[in-house]
């Protein structure tokens, strides 16, 4: 199993700046790619930025340019940089990590961008 736990989420107005953290615990051999998803209020959950273990990345359209997906592999963490951020980014993020067909994800942590 892995465990996943997220950090930095909070409440900043529009055009400020959040960095989130997601640190890793258990069995993480074999995973293959690391990640950022959120979820808004009636919405569905949407991939936000993606990471492999070759050090491709993946954005979602409404984020590129603004955000930023990196790793500490030394210290299993994950981290989302967002920039620029407007208030249609408000919403639960959460860390997942992929191994294979499984997902294992954190818990959640409320962004919240005020106009």
């Known amino acids: 199993q892995v465990q996943l736990v997220e950090s930095g989420g909070g409440l900043v107005q529009a055009g400020g700046s959040l960095r989130l953290s997601c640190a890793a615990s258990?069995?993480?051999?074999?995973?293959?790619?690391r990640g950022w998803y959120r979820q808004a209020p009636g919405k569905q959950r949407e991939l936000v930025a993606r990471?492999?273990?070759?050090?491709?990345?993946n954005y979602a359209d409404s984020v590129k340019g603004r955000f930023t997906i990196s790793r500490d592999n030394a210290k299993n963490t994950v981290f989302l940089q967002m920039n620029s951020l407007k208030v249609e980014d408000t919403a639960v993020y959460y860390c997942?990590?992929?191994?294979?067909?499984?997902?294992?994800w954190g818990q959640g942590t409320q962004v919240t961008v005020s106009s």
């Open positions: 997942n990590f992929k191994r294979g067909s499984n997902d294992y």
């Open positions: 258990g069995n993480i051999f074999g995973i293959n790619a």
């Open positions: 990471i492999f273990n070759s050090g491709t990345t």
